[in-house]
């Protein structure tokens, strides 16, 4: 029997919730894919018709809080930030949107984002890792670069932005500050090496 599509998305969105709460509860590597179809009030099979793997699942969650966190820069972005600012509030955003998957989001990225070569690519990941590089040369480009960072200097900003989930992900100062630091100073080296100057002037702030 066919379901409506609000049926699809209403099983989508428990899913997610159910994962979420049984990957905290469990631990990622812990919880199966039984266990959340069984915890989301469907057959363990059905699963597979909305996410294909559990590291696509999981993965789904992390691309939904980067969307959400682009969408919470572009409203908090005032015009007159300097490109450390911009970068440095595109990244918080990005941050405060994935705090509720920090439980779990260690072996999420691990798999998903790694660097290293991979016998298998989860598409989400990779599509997540796209669209987040496509808005970082699109607040470049916005800050008067007419070229878009080559290839070693994307690369570049791509493990430096790895460095610091991967930091984030583990960091118990308080309010995360460690990582602020972080962040900024990962951003100034950024900033300095594709504009080819010996510093960068100007504050960023989180808040």
């Not at 699809?8 to 509860?25: D, H, M, P, V």
């Not at 363990?44 to 018709?49: P, W």
């Not at 984002?113 to 970082?136: I, M, N, W, Y």
Request: hydrophobic share 40%; proline share 5%.
């Amino acid at each position: 029997m066919r379901i409506s599509e609000q049926a699809k998305q209403e099983n989508r969105a428990r899913i997610l919730e159910k994962g979420a709460e049984l990957f905290i509860a469990k631990g990622y590597e812990e919880c199966t894919t039984r266990d959340i179809a069984t915890a989301a009030g469907l057959a363990a099979g059905t699963l597979f018709n909305y996410f294909p793997s559990k590291e696509t699942l999981a993965m789904t969650m992390v691309s939904e809080a980067f969307k959400m966190g682009r969408e919470d820069f572009m409203r908090r972005r005032t015009g007159e930030e300097d490109l450390p600012e911009d970068l440095f509030l595109f990244i918080a955003s990005g941050l405060r949107r994935l705090r509720p998957l920090r439980p779990f989001i260690g072996p999420v990225l691990e798999r998903s984002l790694s660097p290293f070569p991979r016998k298998t690519v989860c598409p989400e990941g990779e599509a997540a890792r796209q669209e987040h590089l496509d808005a970082v040369q699109e607040i470049i480009a916005s800050h008067g670069f007419t070229q878009a960072p080559d290839y070693v200097a994307v690369t570049m900003y791509w493990s430096l932005y790895l460095g610091i989930l991967a930091f984030w992900a583990n960091d118990d100062s308080p309010n995360q500050e460690a990582t602020q630091a972080l962040v900024d100073y990962s951003i100034r080296m950024f900033v300095q090496v594709i504009s080819g100057t010996g510093g960068v002037t100007g504050e960023a702030n989180a808040d």
